[in-house]
């Protein structure tokens, strides 16, 4: 069934629309936008005092299929998505087996499809069982579907290697994604080398270890004119790197996370294995430079880095829990209690960081924007909606978020995905 969303105010990234308008919506895709449309049999949504955004767009998730379906699937997470506002998720590789050939991508894709609720793009390993040895078969998995490739969960640490990986790159026209993160300086640590990590006896992974693994990085993406995606990046000194780089014309790009712009290491004071993450939450500084960086567009994107694990798996003392949080459901409250509301990104922004600069990082060109003619990738949203994370409301397989019991702002009210309906509040 075709779909009118009426009194529709738009906001893209060039901005918010002067007035309402009607969107109608045929076959997948937006066929007009106009001050007032005829009705003729369509499914009406009625807009009125909500805002209509492009879908959001994730590039970083992990839905833990094949091999932890214990902590996630592809189910679960895609029903956590389009609650979220996202229609369009990158899902990571370290899986089990990892997402290394082209037949575990197209199992992801044919889960995906029956699942039919969001866009899935499965992010291919950059070395083979992201062991850090062997490239795989990048070609293979471009014609696959993949259209990036990382060894996330894991950090390039051969600098030969990622040399060699973003020329084949290049060649096969994927981004590298990088994680970065020097192992032999991170140590295993649990949270932030600091005064705090001095304070509670836990080891420290110290933010250099981020830091030399980007200016590694730089240099070659300057040295062989390729493309490099940082991922959640997470301090000052990695923001300032890539802005000077941009000033430079390296071709370099970059996302972060909601929790790296609004929680602190002193939240790991309370030893709640849900702050425990990858990178480890840092300093206020670096929290202020993630926002400043999202602000000037330093920092290209959000992303959730959503990394579900079981109540088992946190349940244990800090040392020893597995590093990550849940982050689709909660990513856009959290951008407009930390972000919108006190005037560090305008609502266009909000968009730009969510759906335009990733549909553009990833080549998704009929994504990222509400126009005649692009694919119906839509989310509404009310913005005077305030509400509490709870666990009951969690839609994730997995409740490992630190924001349980928090009130947020901000609350999408449908997503529509390929032109269907597939969130309603």
Not at 252 to 263: G, R, S
Not at 309 to 315: A, S, Y
Not at 359 to 382: C, F, H, P, Y
Request: glycine share 8%; hydrophobic share 40%; aromatic share 4%.
């Amino acid at each position: 069934m075709s779909i009118l969303i009426i009194n529709a105010r738009v906001v893209n990234a060039s901005g918010e629309s002067a007035a309402a308008c009607d969107i109608r919506i045929d076959n997948g895709r937006i066929e007009r936008m106009a001050p007032q449309i005829s009705r003729n049999g369509e499914q009406i949504i009625d807009a009125v005092g909500k805002l209509v955004l492009p879908g959001f767009i994730d590039l970083h998730v992990h839905l833990r299929e094949p091999g932890r379906e214990d902590k996630e699937t592809i189910a679960t997470g895609s029903q956590a998505a389009v609650k979220g506002g996202f229609t369009s998720i990158f899902c990571m590789p370290n899986t089990t087996p990892a997402i290394d050939t082209a037949q575990v991508v197209q199992y992801i894709l044919d889960q995906a499809r029956k699942v039919g609720l969001v866009n899935v793009y499965p992010v291919g390993a950059i070395t083979k069982g992201r062991a850090g040895v062997e490239i795989t078969e990048m070609m293979d998995l471009r014609r696959a579907g993949c259209l990036g490739l990382s060894d996330d969960g894991r950090g390039l640490m051969n600098a030969g290697l990622m040399r060699r990986a973003l020329e084949y790159a290049r060649m096969s026209g994927l981004l590298i994604m990088q994680h970065c993160e020097d192992e032999t300086l991170s140590n295993k640590g649990a949270m932030n080398e600091s005064a705090v990590s001095t304070l509670l006896g836990l080891k420290g992974d110290p933010l250099v270890s981020e830091t030399v693994i980007i200016a590694r990085d730089i240099e070659l993406a300057r040295y062989l004119s390729a493309r490099v995606h940082f991922m959640h990046i997470s301090s000052a000194r990695s923001v300032e790197l890539i802005r000077r780089a941009k000033a430079e014309g390296v071709p370099v790009t970059c996302e972060a996370t909601p929790h790296h712009f609004a929680l602190t290491e002193d939240l790991v004071k309370t030893f709640n294995t849900a702050a425990k993450v990858n990178p480890p939450l840092r300093g206020w500084d670096d929290v202020a430079a993630i926002r400043a960086g999202l602000k000037d567009g330093t920092i290209d994107c959000i992303a959730t880095d959503h990394a579900p694990h079981t109540q088992e798996d946190k349940e244990v003392e800090f040392d020893a829990a597995p590093p990550g949080l849940i982050g689709l459901e909660t990513a856009f409250g959290l951008v407009v209690k930390e972000l919108v509301n006190p005037g560090i990104l305008t609502m266009a922004q909000v968009v730009e960081r969510m759906s335009g600069a990733p549909a553009r990082i990833m080549g998704l060109e009929s994504k990222g924007v509400i126009a005649a003619g692009k694919d119906a990738d839509i989310v509404i949203v009310d913005m005077n909606r305030e509400w509490t994370v709870s666990r009951e409301d969690t839609v994730s397989k997995s409740k490992n978020s630190p924001f349980l019991g928090q009130r947020l702002q901000g609350r999408v009210v449908a997503t529509i995905c390929g032109g269907r309906v597939v969130y309603e509040e």
